[in-house]
Structure formats: C-alpha cells, structure tokens
C-alpha cells in the first residue's frame, strides 16, 4: 500500500541485455548490480575497470570502493516477471484510487531502457484491478501526448492542442480530453492501442521505434455517492532522455530530442526545488511539469519507475536516471481523497402498475418419458409437443431433495425464450429408480453421477449440445457438466448453486458462457461466501436480487440471459431501409436510402412489412444489417474493410461486428441458427433425416466401400517411395513383421460385426491383388473419426486451440464478422444442398472451398508479403489478411470450417505427416511418422462417405485421398494440437 507520510515510493527496474549490447564474442558487459532483497542497486564508479564485489550483507559498513550505492523501496533486476513489477507501490497507488485517491505512476528512464514495455505491461493488470474495485458505472479513459510542449489528445486526433490547467492545492487536469467509457480488459486495451497507434515514434540509434512524446493515460472511476468524482489515475510513459552523441538524432529527430530534454530538464529542475523546500517551484516551466503538479508535491499518491540498462555504454545515463530516482523519494506529497460533489435529492418514484411478464397464466403442459440410457432408466419431463425447428434444449437439473417436478413452473418461462425444456429425475429421485447419488459437488463427475446421467440422457434423446441449467445440487452439476464437456454445453445456467471447488481455481478453466443467478437473503445459500467463486468464472454474467419477492427475481435474469432482451422492453420496429427518388443541390438524380423513417410516410404495404425487434429479433436486425452490407458491396472492398479491422481502423464494421450473435460450433448446430437469423432460407438443408441417418452410429458412418486408413506393424509391410503403390501393401496376405513402430495404409472396409467391434479392411497390394485384416473399431475410429479441438478460457472468451500456439475465439469481433460473411456467401450454395439428392457431394464440396474463399490468406510459398499479418496467434487477424505455412492455413481453414461442419453435413479432421513429391523421386525412403513436416486437413462427407484432402499451403482442396496419400503425401495418424475424437453414439 502507499506510505502514510506521502513520500513518493521509487522503484527501479533494470532490463534485460540488447542483442546490440553483445560483442562478436557473444559477451555483454553490465555496470549494474542489483540486490532485491534489500531493495539496491549498485552502479561501478568506473566501469573499464576491473570487478567490484559487493558483500551485500555488510551494509553497515557502507558501499564497496568503487562502487554507488542506492537504496529505493523496491529494485528488481532484469529476469523479475511483469508481475513482480506490479507488485507492492504500483499495486498499492492503484488500490488508492479505488479508495478515493489520485494516483500516478510515471517511468523515466534512458531511451531504449524499458519505459514503454513497462507500462504497457503493467496496465492490463491495472485495469482489472480497477474493474474488479470500481463502482456501478462504468470507468472512462482519456489518453493524451505532449509533443514539443502541445499538448494533444490521442482518442480524438481532430481536437486541437488542449490547455492544460493546473494551481496550488487544486488537482492538475486537462478538461477538454476525451474520455471514452469501458467494461472490461479488452475494450480498454482496444481503446489504448488505437490511441497509442497515433503517437510520435521514431528511429534513433538507441531505439528504432523511440518514443517521441510523453505519453499519459488516465482512468477516473465513479465516485462512491454515484458522482463522477472519484479516483483518479494517470499512467505516464515518458519520452526517453538521450545524449545525442549517442542517438545521433538530426533533423526532426534533433528537434524532438531537445524538446523531450529540455521537458526532462525541467522535471529534474522541479523535483530538486522540492527536495530543497525552495521557495518557487517551476511548474508552469513546461506542460509536462503543469501536469504532474499534482503527482510531485501536491495531494495524490505517487510512484516512480526508473527503468536502467545494465550495459556499460549507459553508464552516465544509467547513473543519472539512479540519482534522479533517489530525489523522487525524498519528495513528499499529502494526499486527500477527493471531495465528492454533493448529488441532488433524488425526485421522489412514482409508483408503477406492476408488469405483468409476457409468459404468466400459461399452462405448464408437460408428458413424462422413461428413458432407458445407458447408465439405466431415467424420468424425464419433457414439452408435449415436439421441438420447434431452430429451438434450443435446455437440460433442467434439480435440487436436492427434490425432482424435475421443481422445473414445471419454467416450461413457459423457456417457451417464451424459444427453448425445449428436458427436466431431468435423477436416480432414487422423482420417478427415477435407483440409488441416489450423494450430493456433494466432490462426486457430480463420479462414474454414473449427475454428469453422466445428464450426458446419456442427451445421447438418448439425440441431442448433440444443449443450454445447461440448474437450482442448488443441480446447480453445481451444470458447472461440473461445462468444465467436462464444453463443447455440448451452449451455455450454464446456474441459480444459488450448491458447489465447492473439488481443486482450487478450477472454475477459472469453465469455458462456456455462464449466468450465475442469486437470492443474497437465502439462508441456505450464502452469497458472501460463493462471491468469489462466481467472479472466478471467465465469461460470466452474475445477478443478484435481495428477495424472492421481487417479481420475477430468477426469470428474468434467465430470460435475459437466454434472449438478450428484456421481456418488459418495448419493441422497435424494423424494416428494411426506405428509398426514394431525390436531387442532389446540383440537380444530380439519386436514390436516398433513409435509415430512419417516420411511420407517417410509410404506405400501408410498407407498413404491413415491418416486424417487432425484440428477443432475438435484435439479433435478427443487427444479422441483417451485416448482411446488407457484405451482399451490397463488391467483394474487393469487403476485403478492404476486414484488412483495416485488423488494426482497428474501420471503427464502423467493427461496431457492426460487435453487435452480431456469437456462432461458434455448438450454437450453429444444425443451421437453423442462420435460419432464425434469416441469412439462410427455411428451405435450406433438405432432407437432414438422410444425413443424420448417415451418422446414426458407427456402422452407418463406415458402410462398406468407405475408403479409410488403417495402421499395420512397420517390419510387415516393407513400404517405400519408389514405387506408384506407396500406399498399398507389398507381398502376400498373412505377412507378419516385428516392432512397435506402425504405420498408415490405405483400405476399404468390407464388413463390421457390431458384436466383436471389428472391422474387416482390404488393403490392395501391388499385385492388383488385395490383403484383408481385421481392425478393432477403437483402432479405426481413432484414425478416422472427426476430431474434437481443444478449448481454453481466458479474457472472458473461449478460445479454440490449434497448432504453433494459434487460437481464435467466436466472440471476437473480427471472427464474428467473418463468419458472418461466409454465411452469407453459402446461402445460395445450402439452398441447394438437398442430401437425398445426386449431387449432394458436389454441392458440399463447393460449400467447403467457398469457406476458404472467404478467407484472406496467402501462403509464404508465393513469396514473402510483408504487408500481411503473420506475427500473431489471432486467427481472426490471419483470416482477414494473413500470410501463413502449412499449419497456419490447416488452423485457420479449420477454425472457420468448424461453425459450419454439422449442417453441412462433414467430419473435419486435422492431419500431419509429410509430402514426398510427385513422382516419387525419393528413392529408398520408407514410410516412417517422424518427422512431420507438413500439415492439412482430412473432410469426410456424409451421407456419402467420401474423404477428402484440403491442403492450403498445397492449393488442394477436395483432394480424393486415395490420390493424395498415393501420389504426394503420407499420413502419420497422430493426434496433434489437442484434437480428441468426436463423440457420437455408439
């Protein structure tokens, strides 16, 4: 925490070594020692001479000969993580401003010496501080940068210099800034980084991108009485100082490095006075000094980073940046939280009729099935009426003691948010027979417990994914059920669960998108004491009511959470944009496309054409409002639009994109997602019975005639690449080799016998002729069934994982856009696509090869694009304009192929290996899996069977495999970057 007495607290942090301080012999001298424990740093006095050893025990005795001691708060040497830097005064000066305070956290420094990295660093972590302490309403930021002493606001460059006030006793400000409001991390960070683009930068020999301006962010908080004054907190990068002997800076850069000088000089100038108690302080000396009036000598808390090179070439810098430091601690401020403006009386309520909500008075209608699955017979409660196209599951866990009976007062509550309830009876409870399972959260994920019973009663009812609720056991269950199976879970809806983490931190890793509802009065439920379990989850919504009598005091989080709306809002109605004839002032004729229209100068046709936005209409406007934009503009300049999103400069999709729904895999689903939205037709996907009966189990997914791979010991086999048959088998049947090591041929399946779980599989020879083995079916799957990718949480979002570290989110707002433009490129392809039809494989092999039109993405093999992103993991970034190798172009295709794969009917499974050539030009190499050095994706098509070969790196697609594994490349069958095997029914 701050020092009582409001003494500014100093930190020092040395730098790692530039490549640039290392000689030809791979040899770096540092003039620096820095003790961390005792909080000093220790400067040689001559730093060509020899060693100095510093017995840092014997303090008592004073400095080393040779040697400048300095003692700070806190010294942290080079390999301290960015956490450490966090830790103690900034962490503390941060806290203050929740509590009321100003505060101010500025770094000086040599240029080139760490200023920027560290405060870069350091405010993501300040920003969740700040989120997770402030108020209500949301903080606001403003980013300003004084550059040779004009002073400019970086959020909204077209505003003039601004003026910057500041007077004794009165807290410095800069009144006409921007300040731009935010809720979470990210939005922040976006914020910063596209003001920060707009910086003065430059190159010096100390620095290729030397920062030119002092740079300063500021966040305020709410104040506690709901005012706007509360905390403030200003961040502060200052521009390097540099001795010109050694940037070289001429010109403009000359220019610029006495402006930031001069500004340093008077700092410096500045805080000797106060030291030395003079009688004029030189504020008003330079903007940069008006600013910090209030950080250096006045009423706010303070702490300074000095950032030093260990290299002996900054020896003088490095010993003025030390002895700069040490004057800072010296000066003491006296900080007073601020006053807050006294609020005017609030005007007295008026009394409302109380709402009536949209679903009260239905009946709750409901049948009982006994399911047999296959942890035994289970009741469920379920709608009498089968699920509406488009409507959403939502598998209903009940608590204990209790039964699914507990849920029937929800069933119209669910309708009205366009949900399928299933009411589950646990085992011993309800009309469930068995033995009930114990209680305690510790055993929802035991064998048979809550979890699997949830599970096979979904596989019993074919449902692939659905939303996750529950009350008090089932509560905790649904949490259990969205950390073991993310990808069926749409999203968790947990009410005051009953739930302990079984491994501390373990909700932290909850994936799908949570609401938390809670009455904080129940007795038997503490909110107090599940609080911080709840803000653990990452991509939570939490709500609290005091009361159960509160009307409606968990529907209406639920519903809230489930549409988006808010059942008592009222609706706004939206039609498609009205056009009429018009002049310009020229006398130009045009066509006027008015976004707002009076209801007055609608016709009665029109009229009649509009629709209310509300629920998921809402999503249906924001939907709709994209999809003009991407049908009505030429391909090249949507293209355009997606490349300038990548570095946040076309504010306007970018707000577009934010308001799309998120699709990912599990809400996509069967397509009827898109169709809600109105971006596919309701004709689309004809015929689905075929294709899910193609998928049914494993025996209709693997008919005879499948072409698949299969895996045989190497030493039977005698495989190389000097023949046209690479992948066929040499020799006779019955051929049997030693070793461990196996490998991956080409086969057919000739039968299965569901009883032994094996396959038949002929594999031709080079004699025409053919070997037949028998294949577990674990064995067969394993090679060939779809793959599941992994996931991780982080940042509110989840994220799918893929190769070299690559990941991408569908709640990005570059994902969310490019997904909707796929969609809207393959609405006329699905509105084809019938699966009983003769060209159904035609039709979705054109469906997967305009997803990877849609996506903007080169390959290093046409030669190097240095305009096009490839430093990055983004996969949102790589799809809108990125340049990529084999396995950049798999993750990528497979990222966007993902959302789409269940309507369309096909298995995508991410594969590696290695490519031989055409023409098999590699004599005497056999077969082995290692190593592997290329990458693609393998898409199997149902109802037909059909697998094929996507390489983009190779600008294959659709690449019959038998082809692909013949004539260029071999598979090794590994599971890579995470992938697991789809689980389907058995």
């Known amino acids: 925490m701050p020092t009582t007495n409001g003494e500014v607290q100093v930190v020092v942090r040395m730098r790692p070594c ?176 596209r003001a920060v683009r707009r910086r003065a930068v430059g190159a010096t020999d100390l620095n290729e991108v030397s920062s030119r301006s002092h740079l300063i962010i500021q966040i305020s908080l709410e104040g506690s009485d709901g005012s706007g004054d509360g905390g403030k907190l200003s961040l502060i990068d200052l521009a390097g100082s540099e001795r010109l002997k050694q940037s070289k800076a001429e010109g403009e850069r000359l220019e610029e490095a006495k402006a930031i000088n001069l500004s340093l000089f008077t700092l410096v100038n500045v805080v000797r006075c106060l030291v030395e108690n003079a009688s004029h302080v030189p504020y008003r000396s330079s903007k940069l000094t008006q600013l910090l009036r209030d950080s250096l000598g006045g009423s706010c808390h303070t702490v300074m980073i000095g950032t030093i090179s260990p290299s002996l070439d900054a020896l003088e810098q490095t010993q003025c940046t030390l002895n700069f430091a040490a004057a800072c601690g010296k000066v003491v401020n006296k900080p007073k939280k601020r006053e807050p403006t006294a609020p ?309 999709c970018l707000r577009l994109f934010a308001n799309l729904p998120e699709l990912s895999p599990g809400s996509i689903d069967d397509g009827a997602a898109f169709m809600n939205l109105n971006v596919w037709p309701r004709e689309a996907l004809r015929n689905r019975d075929v294709l899910e009966g193609s998928q049914r189990d494993v025996a209709a997914r693997y008919p005879r005639g499948r072409a698949v791979l299969v895996r045989q010991p190497r030493g039977s086999l005698n495989i190389n690449y000097t023949t046209d048959t690479y992948m066929h088998v040499e020799g006779a049947a019955g051929r049997t080799g030693g070793g461990e090591e196996f490998v991956s041929h080409l086969g057919v399946v000739e039968s299965y016998d569901p009883a032994a779980r094996q396959f038949t599989v002929s594999l031709p020879t080079t004699g025409k002729g053919e070997v037949v083995v028998s294949v577990p079916e674990r064995a067969l799957l394993v090679l060939n069934d779809g793959h599941e990718f992994a996931t991780s949480a982080g940042n509110g979002r989840v994220y799918y994982l893929f190769e070299d570290g690559m990941r991408g989110s569908y709640s990005s707002r570059l994902v969310k856009g490019k997904v909707a433009e796929i969609a809207a490129v393959l609405a006329p392809l699905v509105q084809r696509l019938d699966f009983k039809a003769p060209d159904c494989l035609a039709v979705q092999q054109a469906c997967v090869e305009a997803v990877r039109k849609c996506l903007n993405t080169t390959v290093f093999a046409d030669g190097l694009d240095r305009t096009r992103i490839s430093r990055t993991d983004d996969l949102g970034k790589i799809a809108a304009y990125g340049q990529v190798q084999c396995h950049g172009g798999s993750s990528v295709l497979a990222f966007f192929l993902l959302p789409f794969a269940k309507a369309l009917g096909v298995d995508v499974k991410y594969r590696g290996g290695y490519t031989f050539g055409s023409g098999h030009d590699v004599p005497g190499v056999e077969a082995v899996n290692r190593p592997e050095t290329h990458q693609w994706l393998e898409v199997t098509y149902h109802p037909s069977a059909v697998t094929c070969v996507c390489d983009v790196f190779l600008k294959r697609m659709n690449w019959p495999m038998g082809d692909a594994y013949t004539d260029m490349m071999y598979p090794n069958g590994a599971l890579i970057c995470g992938t697991t095997i789809l689980e389907r029914a058995a």
Not at 504 to 523: C, H, V, Y
């Open 18 to 193: 530039l490549a640039r301080e290392v000689d030809a012999a791979g040899r770096a001298v540092s003039c620096v020692g820095v003790d961390d424990a005792a909080g000093r740093v220790y400067l040689a006095a001559d730093g060509g001479g020899g060693p100095v050893v510093v017995d840092t025990d014997a303090t008592a005795a004073g400095p080393a000969a040779g040697v400048w001691e300095y003692k700070y708060d806190r010294a942290l040497r080079g390999d301290c993580s960015e956490d450490d830097v966090y830790a103690g005064p900034v962490r503390g000066c941060v806290h203050s401003v929740v509590e009321g305070f100003n505060a101010t956290v500025f770094a000086y420094g040599q240029s080139g010496s760490g200023k920027t990295h560290t405060i870069s660093h350091l405010l993501p972590r300040v920003l969740a501080d700040l989120l997770a302490g402030g108020g209500a309403a949301p903080p606001t930021l403003s980013v300003l940068q004084i550059y040779k002493e004009t002073t400019s606001d970086l959020l909204d460059p077209a505003t003039p210099t601004l003026p910057v006030l500041s007077a004794a006793g009165v807290s410095s400000a800069v009144p006409a800034a921007s300040q731009a409001a935010f809720r979470t991390v990210d939005e922040a960070l976006a914020l910063v980084d």
């Open 344 to 652: 005017k009386p609030a005007p007295k309520p008026k009394k409302e009729a109380k709402k009536v909500a949209p679903w009260e008075g239905e009946a709750s209608e409901y049948e009982q099935t006994m399911l047999n699955t296959a942890v035994g017979t289970i009741s469920v409660l379920t709608p009498p009426t089968p699920r509406e196209p488009g409507w959403d599951p939502v598998v209903l866990m009940h608590g204990c003691p209790s039964s699914a009976a507990e849920y029937l007062h929800w069933f119209p509550v669910l309708r009205h948010c366009k949900c399928w309830p299933i009411a589950i009876d646990q085992p011993g409870f309800g009309a469930s027979p068995g033995t009930p399972h114990k209680s305690r959260s510790e055993f929802n994920l035991a064998p048979g417990g809550p979890v699997d019973v949830a599970l096979a009663v979904m596989r019993a009812m074919n449902v692939t994914s659905a939303h996750m609720m529950g009350y008090d056991w089932g509560g905790g269950a649904v949490l259990s059920f969205g950390m073991r199976h993310p990808l069926k879970c749409k999203s968790v809806l947990s009410l005051l669960p009953s739930y302990q983490e079984v491994k501390k931190g373990e909700l932290a890793k909850l994936g799908p998108r949570t609401l938390i509802a809670w009455i904080t009065s129940d007795q038997f439920h503490s909110w107090k004491k599940w609080q911080p379990l709840a803000k653990m989850i990452p991509n939570v919504t939490i709500a609290t009511e005091k009361t159960r009598a509160v009307p409606y005091a968990l529907e209406l989080p639920v519903v809230r959470f489930l549409t988006g709306t808010d059942p008592f809002q009222t609706a706004t109605e939206v039609k498609a944009a009205k056009k009429t004839a018009e002049v310009t002032t020229r006398g130009d004729a045009i066509t006027m496309v008015h976004q707002v229209a009076l209801k007055r100068d609608l016709s009665e046709k029109e009229q009649a054409g509009r629709h209310a936005a509300t629920g998921e209409n809402e999503a249906v406007a924001h939907t709709a409002a994209v999809m003009n934009w991407i049908r009505s503009t030429p391909a090249k300049e949507v293209s355009a639009a997606f490349r300038q999103c990548v570095n946040d400069a076309n504010a306007t």
